[in-house]
């Protein structure tokens, strides 16, 4: 505000220079006058007197006419309004960005993965079923103020021993298109599994150890990484770690922080 304070002070200075210059230029060429006011000069000596009659604006530097009253002066301030004008705009608009970038920061998104099921849940659904058939479906929500904007899910099947070590990778999968998860949204990512009588192998030989009241000593395991980015084009990400619980036919969450976790 301060330097536009100053140009107005300028132009009104110029202004009032060029007004005093010509205030002082027309006392200077003004004609003689006598016999009560009225001019002397007649015929030849009026008409050329007329000619060198004293025109400012004719007979001044040709810059005095961008601080003359009121087409100089006029044109300055509407100049210097339209600068103003744009400044403000400017202002208001770094102001509207400043205030989204601190929502999203106060309010920023969280994907999470709200739950993992595997379809069928039991070898004997497998078997009344007859499609060679088994889904994971992955389960996502935004539970964040803001949208977020999910980029990639990276999802492993792994057989899991009771001790928490990997064995046989069942199903790998990148779901690597992008969407956009709005407050309170949600989305499912699925996938088959490659060999399902395979699968059903290894679920029905962890089935037969559990009903013969046995402790469960391997769990399929679905686990990865949700990759997203905030309003404010930073990148988080959401890790999930679940272990098939036969008993219960659903995935139950892991404890690890490592695998388990929301940036």
């Known amino acids: 505000m301060k330097k536009y304070l100053a140009s107005l ?11 005093v210059q010509d205030y002082r230029a027309s006392k200077y060429y003004a004609p003689e006058r006598g016999n009560g006011g009225q001019s002397v ?5 009026e008409v050329h007197a007329k000619e060198h009659v004293y025109d400012p ?4 530097p040709s810059w005095y006419g961008a601080f003359r009253w009121p087409n100089g002066t006029t044109t300055w301030a509407l100049i210097l309004t339209l600068i103003v004008i744009a400044e403000q705009t400017k202002e208001t608009r770094r102001s509207v960005e400043i205030t989204a970038k601190t929502l999203v920061t106060e309010f920023r998104p969280t994907v999470i993965v709200r739950s993992v099921k595997l379809d069928p849940p039991a070898t004997e659904f497998y078997d009344r079923r007859g499609d060679g058939k088994w889904t994971i479906a992955i389960y996502l929500a935004n ?18 021993s009771r001790e928490g070590n990997p064995m046989d990778t069942i199903w790998v999968n990148t779901f690597d298109q992008e969407f956009l998860l709005l407050p309170a949204g949600r989305h499912t990512l699925a996938g088959t599994l490659p060999d399902g009588d395979k699968f059903r192998q290894s679920l029905h030989s962890i089935e037969s150890v559990v009903e013969r009241n046995h402790v469960q000593m391997r769990y399929p395991t679905c686990h990865g990484t949700i990759t997203y980015l905030d309003g404010n084009g930073f990148e988080r990400k959401t890790g999930f770690f679940r272990q098939w619980n036969v008993g219960g036919q659903r995935f139950t969450v892991g404890d690890d922080p490592e695998h ?4």
Do not use: N, P
């Open 260 to 263: 388990e976790y929301q940036d």
């Open 143 to 160: 539970t964040g103020g803001t949208e977020a904007t999910v980029r990639k899910c990276e999802a492993w099947f792994q057989m899991y």
């Open 41 to 45: 000069a007649t015929g030849h000596d």
């Open 57 to 60: 604006e004719r007979d001044s």
């Open 9 to 19: 002070a300028l132009i009104l200075g110029m202004a009032f220079y060029v007004a």
